[in-house]
């Protein structure tokens, strides 16, 4: 794993935003931390600034893995729209990042450049890739396990420190077990990221948010094949933004002070309390993924010791890392600290910070919205209306109106304050997989 020099790595800050007033004997400290990723470069646009320093080659690489499964051919727009879009993510790699283009069936075969090997970009290589790509064609079976292994192989060739993956499926991985899936997902955790979407409506929700869950990627749906091209160049340049991989959150908190939990909020919900590596005595590290210029939110919820009014302890310690291979750690020189103070002015002890009152909404807002979603679907109508008015309510509450108008789709909204609504008696398919599947998308707090 590299080690980066100031000229190319983002600016890293911590802010903490809580209110650290306890009643006597109160235990709980939550808080929200922003972690901001500035001055490194221009994230999502092809006309971006150079990232690099003359003579020096990128510290990337990608690996594209397309669905070529039979039903790719139904309608034949999905297949045709693939190619397209490789070909425009191809275009938007830039000079010097390796990458590697699979056809992904019930096994994966490389497309380009072969050989077990990782092509490098450049303008001869792009149009070879492109050329390669009239060899995707539809048959077959879907297991996206073989997919993510090839892919890890691959990436991991490459002497570089950012790794990355988009993957395209239009269908259920049904030629391997959920087991060998998850087998394989643990395998990538950590060795590369990856984003994942679903195109048209025949493929399952839950497996490509759990993808790209697992390996700290976005997942969305892209319902018409003739957007896969602009969905693919998009994720593409964000992917070349990427500077810095491998960051973690590190929390240290003293002795008899507990992680109840830690979870990112903005610009998604992700929990990330079962992902915690030990990092030496009473600290613990938690994965965030590659970062370019961009900023994160995060929920971290601590236990501490109960104490008697006028008390003040640090309840826990904030930093970012980099571990590297050999068991040390770059930091990155940001930090923040959460704290608790004992009081007896009611007031102060039982005012909730405005960024842990909204996040704490918009959390609830992904869990309602799929516990309703749920409900649905096993015709459950008392237990989806009360789930998804609830949804409304949050929505409107926090002022999410992307996540609103979804909900709209899927329920006539009769009184959004107060979380009154009526279900749809038909709902199109690609609506509520919409609603689904950009659930955990949140709306940042005004701070």
């Known amino acids: ?52 320093t003359a ?86 079976g879907t297991a996206i396990g073989t997919w993510l292994r090839l892919a890890d192989r691959l990436l991991s060739s490459a002497d570089v420190s950012i790794r990355h993956g988009i993957l395209l499926t239009d269908g259920r991985n049904e030629h391997e077990s959920p087991e060998d899936l998850k087998s394989a997902l643990d395998s990538c955790a950590g060795r590369f990221t990856c984003d994942a979407r679903g195109v048209g409506t025949d493929w399952e929700v839950k497996e490509v948010t759990g993808i790209a869950s697992a390996l700290l990627g976005t997942a969305d749906i892209v319902a018409d094949p003739a957007a896969l091209s602009a969905d693919f160049t998009q994720m593409m340049e964000t ?4 500077e810095v991989a491998d960051v973690a959150l590190r929390l240290w908190t003293p002795v008899g002070t507990e992680i109840k939990f830690v979870k990112q909020v903005a610009p998604t919900v992700e929990e990330l309390t079962g992902r915690r590596t030990e990092a030496g005595p009473r600290a613990g590290d938690y994965p965030t993924g590659s970062w370019g210029d961009e900023s994160r939110d995060y929920h ?79 015709g459950d109508v008392d237990g989806a209306t009360a789930k998804l008015g609830r949804a409304v309510q949050l929505a409107s509450a926090s002022g999410n109106a992307d996540t609103a108008k979804l909900l709209a789709k899927v329920v006539d909204v009769v009184d959004a304050a107060a979380g009154t609504v009526r279900l749809k008696a038909r709902v199109e398919e690609a609506d509520e997989m919409t609603l689904e599947t950009r659930s955990t998308k949140t709306v940042r707090v005004k701070k």
């Open 300 to 378: 971290v919820c601590v236990e501490v010791p109960s104490a008697d009014v006028g008390q003040e302890m640090l309840a826990a310690r904030v930093s970012l890392v980099i571990p590297q291979s050999d068991g040390s750690v770059q930091n990155l020189g940001a930090q923040g600290l959460v704290r608790a103070v004992w009081t007896e002015d009611m007031v102060a002890s039982t005012s909730i910070n405005p960024q842990v009152a909204h996040y704490t909404g918009q959390a609830e807002l992904a869990q309602v919205i799929q516990q309703g979603l749920d409900a649905r679907k096993v």
């Open 1 to 52: 794993m590299a080690n980066f020099s100031k000229s190319n790595v983002p600016q890293f800050s911590v802010d903490v935003y809580q209110n650290e007033y306890l009643p006597e004997g109160g235990r709980e400290v939550n808080a929200i931390v922003t972690v901001s990723a500035t001055g490194g470069g221009t994230v999502g646009s092809a006309v971006a600034a150079p990232l690099y």
């Open 55 to 140: 003579g020096q080659a990128p510290d990337a690489a990608v690996a594209i893995m397309v669905d070529c499964s039979g039903s790719m051919d139904y309608p034949s727009a999905k297949m045709r729209g693939a190619r397209e879009a490789t070909a425009a993510a191809i275009d938007a790699v830039r000079d010097g990042v390796h990458f590697a283009v699979i056809g992904g069936t019930h096994v994966a075969k490389e497309i380009y450049p072969a050989g077990g090997r990782l092509a490098v970009a450049g303008p001869e290589t792009r149009e070879q890739a492109k050329q390669a790509l009239r060899r995707l064609s539809a048959g077959g």
């Open 239 to 242: 992917a070349m933004g990427k």
